[in-house]
């Protein structure tokens, strides 16, 4: 089966500048994650979709993140104007189900300058 | 509020040594997952662990599940290179979520 898949893999932008980033989760999968992952920490969850609508959204910087999922497959995360500490790697994972893995896409690397 | 330490956060090993990572969690989880990260690379399932006294094993790796003590570990048999790679315990938050939250990794390199 595909897994998921995200694009860009790397973006560089300058501070104040806006970004966006795609993910297709895997089909079927109805349940879609996504998290930064800082350098040399562990991914942290920013937001959470069943089908196409939020679950989770605790940890997502609302004033400058913004995600949604379209239809409830592939989402797209935003973030408006960026900030040098946003400098990270964003994986999308999807999943079947609470028990099942999360699998992750290859993440998009993004620097801010 | 959930918190999962991971020890060590870096593991130097020689071939043919065994072993163990360790995973702690402060509150009750119902799931905890094992995965693994190659450098710029996502992150590879390995070991999902859902009940008190679960064991899975895959090939030198094995991993098991105390939720009374919220520990889990994860136990390298014999090491080779090609298990270089950081390794990252997650554990499932709330009832009302499926938010996992990671340790910090254990970072391992395997020498000969």
């Known amino acids: 089966e595909a897994g998921v898949a995200q694009s860009p893999r790397y973006k560089i932008i300058e501070k104040r500048q806006s970004v966006a980033f795609w993910c297709n989760p895997i089909?079927?999968?109805?349940?879609l994650y996504w998290y930064q992952q800082i350098l040399g920490q562990g991914p942290k969850l920013l937001i959470q979709f069943q089908n196409n609508g939020v679950v989770d959204d605790s940890q997502l910087p609302k004033d400058r993140f913004s995600a949604e999922r379209l239809k409830g497959v592939d989402s797209t995360l935003k973030i408006q104007p960026a900030k040098l500490e946003d400098s990270a790697v964003y994986l999308c994972?999807?999943?079947?189900?609470?028990?099942?893995?999360?699998?992750f896409g290859d993440g998009t690397r993004l620097s801010i300058l | 509020e959930l918190k999962v330490e991971q020890n060590p956060l870096f593991l130097s090993m020689q071939e043919g040594k065994n072993y163990t990572i360790y995973c702690n969690y402060s509150?009750?989880?119902?799931?905890l997952y094992w995965y693994r990260q190659d450098p710029g690379k996502s992150l590879e399932s390995l070991f999902v662990l859902l009940s008190n006294g679960a064991v899975k094993q895959e090939g030198r790796l094995m991993a098991s599940l105390d939720t009374k003590a919220r520990l889990s570990t994860l136990h390298i048999t014999a090491a080779v290179h090609d298990l270089s790679a950081t390794y990252f315990c997650?554990?499932?938050?709330?009832?009302?979520?499926?938010?996992?939250?990671f340790g910090t990794g254990t970072r391992l390199q395997v020498f000969p």
């Open positions: 509150t009750t989880s119902d799931r």
């Open positions: 994972a999807s999943s079947l189900g609470r028990y099942q893995p999360q699998h």
């Open positions: 997650a554990v499932g938050g709330s009832y009302n979520t499926d938010k996992l939250i």
């Open positions: 089909s079927g999968h109805a349940t």
